[in-house]
């Protein structure tokens, strides 16, 4: 039931450079989209929820495509801090509860 | 600040042995969630529970169970443990009041089955 893809990476990009990754899901009534970020062998973080019209925390955009189902990260400046693996996470419609879908990560060394 | 613990960082267990994998959150979430993560198959859903004594089959709920006796606690058993069994076990919760779906993570439980 793998409902959101990712483009696995890795990613590998000098410092101060902007990568933007996108995701696609596949559950058109989904309501709820999110990033997630995990470090190596450290449990996922919320990074940023995904809104309708985009939102900006610093130097991460999040885009949100309802019409054709994709959700993209952007990542401007890079920080060698930003190695990491990135999830796309989206809502499963569910009469209980409020389960997630993961996508399988984008992973991304960012090299001095 | 909400807070996710899992009874154990490492564990290194027999085939054929019951393990029990507890979870508590600290923040009166009303759903906690069982996930295993395994190289290249990313996070996948064993169980979830949104109240008390219920529960909910995910993706992979085969050579597992769940318990939920309490709100702040919620416990995976694999009734016997299979090498393929070896893995992390991230336990989550999240509230439903907030609408928001934001799932907090324990630290994870890498199990090993020899």
């Known amino acids: 039931r793998k409902e959101v893809e990712q483009d696995p990476g890795p990613f590998n990009v000098p410092e101060g450079a902007t990568v933007a990754f996108n995701c696609t899901y596949s559950?058109?009534?989904?309501?709820?989209f999110f990033w997630y970020r995990q470090d190596c062998r450290k449990e996922p973080k919320l990074l940023m929820s995904?809104?309708?019209s985009g939102n900006e925390d610093g130097r991460f955009t999040a885009q949100l495509n309802r019409a054709s189902q994709y959700i993209s990260l952007l990542i401007r400046d890079s920080k060698l801090s930003d190695s990491a693996t990135y999830l796309c996470?989206?809502?499963?419609?569910?009469?209980?509860?409020?389960?997630?879908?993961f996508g399988k990560g984008t992973s991304l060394l960012v090299t001095p | 600040d909400v807070k996710v613990t899992q009874s154990s960082r490492y564990l290194v267990k027999r085939t054929g042995e019951k393990v029990f994998l507890e979870c508590v959150q600290d923040?009166?979430?009303?759903?906690m969630f069982w996930y295993r993560q395994d190289p290249g198959l990313g996070l996948r859903l064993i169980y979830f529970?949104?109240?008390?004594?219920?529960?909910e089959k995910g993706d992979i709920p085969e050579g597992y169970s769940v318990s939920r006796e309490k709100k702040e606690r919620f416990s995976l058993i694999l009734e016997s443990a299979s090498t393929n069994q070896t893995s992390m076990y991230l336990c989550?919760?999240?509230?439903?009041?907030?609408?928001?779906?934001?799932?907090?993570f324990g630290p994870g439980t890498r199990l090993t089955v020899t």
């Open positions: 529970s949104y109240d008390v004594k219920m529960k």
């Open positions: 996470v989206v809502n499963i419609n569910s009469n209980s509860g409020y389960a997630l879908n």
């Open positions: 989550a919760s999240n509230d439903i009041a907030g609408v928001s779906y934001e799932q907090y």
């Open positions: 995904v809104y309708s």
């Open positions: 559950n058109s009534a989904s309501q709820s």
């Open positions: 923040m009166d979430h009303e759903n």
